[in-house]
Nanobody, 125 residues
């Protein structure tokens, strides 16, 4: 059973930065595509970013491309989301997720098999 634990959320002003971390345990981390999703109050959970098992291939939502960077460390069983130039629209609970499928990078919530508990990111104007 894979467990994912996010950390690094908090309150930041518009234009600021945060780095989210996700610690994985159990399973074989390097065999999972890893992604970040977010859910704002009253909205559906949405895709933010994902990267392949090796970390070579990445994919971003249009709303965060150029501002967010996803990365992973397969030795430490960690995945990160560096978020720069944050704005109030980025306010949400951010979730780390793992996909054990073999179909490359996927962006749908239902494609991911494991989820963390989430970490709150709040951007003040």
């Amino acid at each position: 059973q894979v467990q994912l634990v996010e950390s690094g959320g908090g309150l930041v002003q518009t234009g600021g930065s945060l780095r989210l971390s996700c610690a994985a345990s159990g399973g074989t981390f390097s065999s999972y595509t890893m992604g970040w999703f977010r859910q704002a109050p009253g909205k559906e959970r949405e895709f933010v970013a994902a990267l392949s098992r090796t970390g070579i291939s990445t994919h971003y939502a249009d709303s965060v491309r150029g501002r967010f960077t996803i990365s992973r460390d397969n030795i430490k069983y960690m995945v990160y989301l560096q978020m720069n130039n944050l704005n109030p629209e980025d306010t949400a609970v951010y979730y780390c997720a793992g996909d054990i499928g073999t179909y490359g990078i996927r962006t749908k919530v239902q494609s991911y098999d494991y989820w963390g508990q989430g970490t709150q990111v709040t951007v003040s104007s």
